[in-house]
Nanobody, 115 residues
Framework: QVQLVESGGGLVQPGGSLRLSCAAS????????MRWYRQAPGKQRDLVAA???????YYRDSVKGRFTISRDNAKNTVYLQMNSLKPEDTAVYYC?????????WGQGTQVTVSS
């Protein structure tokens, strides 16, 4: 059983920054690809960023140059640093991984970008 717990969301003004954290049970973060998704009201859940066990990263086009995914294996935590936030980044952000053919999700953390 894998448990993922996100934190770090909140209300921020346009142009501001937030850092999301996803704490995982066990040492899964060092061995698995980790992903951040987001879901805005009435929209589908979209992949935002991912990091492989080897450290390769992926970003959706709309966040390239603004968001950075990283992980701390010693803390079993993956991060999403979000800079230059825009109102269109407003969504619930979810951490996810797939382990032994099962996909796990955290409970999500709300990010609201508004003046």
């Amino acid at each position: 059983q894998v448990q993922l717990v996100e934190s770090g969301g909140g209300l921020v003004q346009p142009g501001g920054s937030l850092r999301l954290s996803c704490a995982a049970s066990g040492s899964i973060i060092s061995r698995n690809a980790m992903r951040w998704y987001r879901q805005a009201p009435g929209k589908q859940r979209d992949l935002v960023a991912a990091i492989t066990s080897g450290g390769d990263t992926y970003y959706r086009d709309s966040v390239k140059g603004r968001f950075t995914i990283s992980r701390d294996n010693a803390k079993n935590t993956v991060y999403l640093q979000m800079n230059s936030l825009k109102p269109e980044d407003t969504a619930v952000y979810y951490c996810s991984t797939t382990f032994e053919l099962q996909t796990y999700w955290g409970q999500g953390t709300q990010v609201t970008v508004s003046s």
